[in-house]
């Protein structure tokens, strides 16, 4: 099975297309590794809470650093306080494996 820990250790593979989003029952068994994220369609995202626009705005750099490491980026929507991060991988029209393993280091960077 794999767990949340998996995810984070995992790398993003390259966006192409030409190859099938998840399936179904692919995205909801890796969901379900993943402590809050929502299922919207193609979009899997969370919203993480912070004290201040301070620490809001350092998780926000942090997980550019992150996503650029990766090569895969998500959607930030970013106010005082919160911040809501969604995945897809457009190349595909879907959800792909690394949207999950990005997921996975975003909530490992949220949790330090």
């Not at 068994?29 to 919207?40: E, I, N, P, Q, S």
């Not at 705005?57 to 991060?85: K, Y």
Request: proline content about 4%; some cysteine.
């Amino acid at each position: 099975m794999t767990t949340v820990c998996d995810l984070a250790k995992g790398r993003c593979k390259p966006c192409e297309g030409g190859v099938p989003p998840l399936a179904d029952d692919e995205v909801a068994k890796l969901l379900a590794t993943l402590d809050g994220w929502k299922r919207d369609g193609n979009i899997i995202s969370k919203t993480y809470q912070f004290k201040n626009y301070y620490e809001t705005m350092a998780f926000v750099n942090a997980s550019a650093w992150i996503s650029h490491r990766e090569d895969h980026h998500p959607d930030l929507a970013v106010g005082w306080g919160q911040c809501t991060v969604s995945y897809t991988t457009h190349a595909i029209g879907g959800l792909s494996e690394n949207d999950f393993i990005c997921a996975a280091k975003i909530d490992a960077l949220f949790a330090l």
